[in-house]
């Protein structure tokens, strides 16, 4: 999960074991619409590129290309 985001464009990475902060973050952002709506659209734009489809057409062109 920690790979499939990325900090302060798609979301916000926190330290483990910190629930106040978890908290604090999770008010801050309901309360930052903007910021809210533009991870909404940097999420998607990033999950269009993790589809597994995809990351495995990439996967295979890669193995290929170090197997020539």
Known sequence: ????????KTGI???ANEPQNLAKQALLLLADTKKYRTFQK???HRASALQWDKVV????????GTTK
Do not use: F, G, V
């Open 1 to 8: 999960l920690r790979d499939s985001i990325i900090n302060t």
């Open 13 to 15: 990475i926190l330290k």
């Open 42 to 44: 940097n999420c998607l």
């Open 57 to 64: 057409r990439q996967s295979l062109n890669l193995i290929k």
